[in-house]
């Protein structure tokens, strides 16, 4: 027993998701995203999981490098591409994707001796982030493909600033952009993240015979087992949590009407109370701005958090609760609390919740 906060990463659950992103996106490649640690769930780990995957996605070069560091063959497209030669040179020698959204990336190329590499030409087609101008598009084609000279493969992407949004006319414009330039276009596409996978594969899928022309999806949340769409939750689209954030408590303490719990004072007990110690604080990446209420598994039943979360330990009412004891298992986010909840009670997101989890919590995986 271990009495500090961990992750249970469940591979069976990874591997279901992946199957989920199949099913409702049939006859597309799945780029699965393993960028910021896999969501915080371990980035060699997941990526030896999901390696059905047809290739990862990273947001950086480092990220990659660790990839192949750990003996992952596969494609790997990274995603923020490059800013200087010496970074082009170890993506072309680790046979790195590349995603170019400037043109000054495309000079960069230029600017060395041709060479094998993918490349992954992004427009901004609305997000208004990383991406090149459509107007642009033309020309970055034209000298990439000159200079590839048939070395490699030309792709076209774009992202969706609103896909979670049912109906949104922002991710409609978006999309009808993107399918002009992709019906012009002689080379694999990709737009959808998760969200664009689960609620506009409509608008962005091609029939089967439309021709040689493979769409790449890219989810990142819902391989995690995460929905996110507010009003669907990830269970009833087939998803499986793929971390359980748990701890134990440490200490189960009587306190009487009136005392205060934790830094500030801010709880103060209303009637005799069972408090309840767990060890896992906003050092692990438990949010710290967690208001009172906000639930926790313990041993199983809901209970609320009290007071406020402090470095290390977070205080729990467990006075309805059947007895409780020091060692029982605390469920943070994960197995029977989704995190899409807790990140819901804390003002947050389940993105930054996943990614926020610190590197001092031991990963675990099971199967
Ligand atoms: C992070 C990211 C994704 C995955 O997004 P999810 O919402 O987690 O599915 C896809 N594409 C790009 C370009 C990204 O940066």
Request: with cysteine; glycine share 12%; net charge neutral.
């Amino acid at each position: 027993m271990i009495a500090a906060a961990v992750a249970v990463i469940r591979s069976s659950a990874l591997r279901n998701n992946l199957q989920a992103v199949r099913r409702v996106a049939p006859g597309c490649r799945v780029l699965a995203v393993v960028k910021a640690d896999a969501y915080g769930h371990g980035l060699t780990t997941v990526a030896r999981i999901l390696d059905a995957a047809d290739g990862f996605a990273v947001a950086r070069l480092e990220e990659a490098l660790r990839l192949r560091e750990a003996g992952i063959g596969q494609r790997i497209v990274v995603l923020g591409g490059c800013v200087g030669g010496d970074e082009v040179q170890q993506a072309i020698h680790q046979r790195l994707d590349l995603v170019v959204h400037t043109l000054d990336q495309v000079a960069l190329l230029e600017a060395l001796p041709a060479a094998p590499l993918d490349l992954w030409i992004k427009v901004d087609t609305g997000m208004g982030r990383l991406g090149l101008e459509p107007a642009s598009l033309g020309e970055a084609q034209r000298r990439l493909g000159c200079w590839l000279a048939g070395r490699g493969t030309l792709r076209l992407m774009t992202h969706l600033a609103s896909a979670d949004v049912a109906g949104d006319p922002g991710t409609e414009a978006q999309l009808g952009q993107f399918a002009s330039l992709a019906g012009a276009w002689p080379g694999d596409v990709s737009t959808a993240n998760s969200a664009g996978i689960l609620q506009w594969s409509r608008s962005w899928s091609r029939p089967a015979d439309a021709g040689p022309q493979v769409n790449w999806v890219r989810p990142g949340l819902m391989l995690y087992g995460a929905s996110p769409l507010s009003d669907r939750p990830a269970a009833e689209m087939g998803l499986q949590p793929a971390m359980s954030f748990e701890t134990r408590l440490i200490a189960v303490r009587h306190l009487p009407r009136g005392r205060r719990v934790g830094y500030g004072g801010e709880w103060q007990a209303r009637r005799d109370s069972l408090v309840g110690v767990a060890a896992a604080g906003y050092a692990d990446g438990y949010p710290w701005h967690t208001p009172c209420n906000t639930p926790v598994l313990v041993a199983g039943r809901r209970a609320p958090v009290i007071g406020r979360v402090s470095m290390d330990l977070i205080s729990i009412d467990l006075t309805d609760l059947p007895p409780a004891r020091p060692g029982d298992r605390v469920v943070l986010w994960g197995d029977g609390l989704p995190v899409e909840e807790v990140a819901a009670c804390t003002g947050r997101i389940a993105w930054d919740l996943l990614a926020g989890v610190s590197p001092r919590v031991m990963r675990l995986v099971e199967d």
